[in-house]
Each structure stands twice: as structure tokens, then as C-alpha cells.
């Protein structure tokens, strides 16, 4: 069945950039999604890639995405403690408007 | 601010005894989602209402049951909770079939504790 993989932690220092990998297994997936929780609240959609993209830049957020190894990644620029929270990593099943099945999510810790 | 509720953020319920979570939403969204999220586990779907018609999934256990009376609620009842549906649950909402891609608005979460 679909499945997402991801590392569970990363800790990064203030400034630097962080990158969370993420792997998934389902190749018809039209979108790939990374969202955010934040503590105490909902996960919140931080962005998205569409399935015949490599490359996508909002900011300081880059996705990169490898559909050959079905890889998909995130980096952070210039990281900041604001950034800490827990990354979660989706793909859609049954068309760009499926469900979504979500990867266990990375926790980044930011140290000043 | 248009948003999503859920209430309470925390449940504290015996063993066997009946629990129901609600969720409400503000953004007039025509599909809303209701997941189990346990410590350090994805957040799993257990199913999701499209306007008035319910989605089971297939894993799914028979304890769980969800109402949509109207646009804005959704109910999670869970019939006999076990202490292994302690855990977070999330609910979500998206209109569909809107953008290209499917963006989701979750609520903060109810936490569940079975004794």
C-alpha cells in the first residue's frame, strides 16, 4: 500500500539551512504536499509541489522533488526558532484531489 | 477568522464508556476529515464526509462512528473506546472539487486519554 517515509528529528543551528527528505511510494501522486504543526495547533499547509515539477521556491522554502527515486525534500533557508515545529510530509491517492496519507512528520529543533 | 474548531482540546473517558468529539468549521467547506494521530505516528485518516455522503476507509474499526447534521459539524463517536484509541484526533476540512490540489485545514486537535 501507499506509504510515506520520513526521518523523525532534526536539529539544526539558527542561520543554517535545514533540509528534511521525505520518500513516498505511490508514483501516480499529482501532488506533494509538506504541512506544519506548530505546538497546540493543527497542521497548516506550508506548500506544494505539482508531480511534473523538480523544483519549487517560495522564499526561503525550496521543495525538490526526484519522482524517478520518489524523493522529495525541503529546505529551509536561513533557519530560524521560529521555524521549530513538526514537518509533515503527503502524498494524494485516487487523483490530485484524493485523500492524503502523511509521513510520521520531522521535528526540528532550531538551537539559537 | 474563518476557521476550524474543535472541542474539547482534551477528553478524558473510561474504559467501554462512549466519547464524542466535535469539530465545527467557519469556512463554508463541503468535505471534512476526521484522523487518529498517535505519539509520534502520521496522522491516520479514518474517514471523511463529502458534502453529505461518508467515506468509510477500509481499515477503519466498527467503534468509530462520525455525524454530519449540517455544513458546519462533525461528530466523532467513539462507541466502546479501548485504551489503544488513546491518541490525538484531528479534524480537517477542504473544498472539493476546487483548486487543482487539496489543501486541507485542520483544526488543533482533540486529545483523547481512555482509563
Known amino acids: 500500500g501507499e506509504d510515506v517515509e520520513q526521518s523523525l528529528f532534526l536539529s539544526v543551528r539558527e542561520g543554517d539551512s535545514s533540509v528534511i527528505n521525505c520518500t513516498y511510494t505511490?508514483?501516480?501522486?499529482?501532488?506533494l504536499y509538506w504541512y506544519k504543526q506548530e505546538p497546540g495547533a493543527g497542521l497548516q499547509l506550508l506548500t506544494y509541489?505539482?508531480?511534473?515539477?523538480d523544483m519549487k521556491q517560495d522564499q526561503r522554502l525550496t521543495v525538490l522533488l526526484n519522482k524517478k527515486d520518489k524523493h522529495l525534500s525541503l529546505r529551509i533557508a536561513d533557519t530560524q526558532t521560529g521555524d521549530s515545529a513538526i514537518y509533515f510530509c503527503?502524498?494524494?491517492?485516487?487523483?490530485?484531489?484524493?485523500?492524503?496519507?502523511f509521513g510520521k512528520g520531522t521535528k526540528l529543533s532550531v538551537k539559537p | 477568522d474563518a476557521m476550524v474548531i474543535q472541542n474539547p482540546r482534551y477528553q478524558v473517558t473510561q474504559f467501554g464508556k462512549p466519547v464524542t468529539l466535535s469539530c465545527s468549521q467557519t469556512?463554508?467547506?463541503?468535505?471534512m476529515y476526521w484522523y487518529q494521530q498517535k505519539s509520534s505516528q502520521a496522522p491516520k485518516l479514518l474517514f471523511h464526509?463529502?458534502?453529505?455522503?461518508?467515506?468509510n476507509e477500509a481499515d477503519t474499526p466498527d467503534n468509530f462512528q462520525s455525524r454530519r447534521p449540517n455544513t458546519s459539524f462533525c461528530f466523532l463517536d467513539i462507541r466502546s473506546p479501548g485504551l489503544g484509541d488513546a491518541a490525538m484526533y484531528l479534524c480537517?476540512?477542504?473544498?472539493?472539487?476546487?483548486?487543482?490540489?487539496?489543501?486541507?485545514?485542520f483544526g488543533p486537535g482533540t486529545r483523547l486519554t481512555v482509563l
Open positions: 480537517a476540512t477542504s473544498t472539493l472539487p476546487g483548486r487543482s490540489y487539496n489543501e486541507q485545514f
Open positions: 505511490d508514483s501516480s501522486s499529482t501532488y
Open positions: 509541489i505539482f508531480s511534473n515539477m
Open positions: 503527503a502524498e494524494s491517492y485516487g487523483g490530485s484531489q484524493g485523500n492524503l496519507i
Open positions: 469556512l463554508n467547506h463541503n468535505v
Open positions: 464526509y463529502y458534502d453529505k455522503d461518508f467515506n
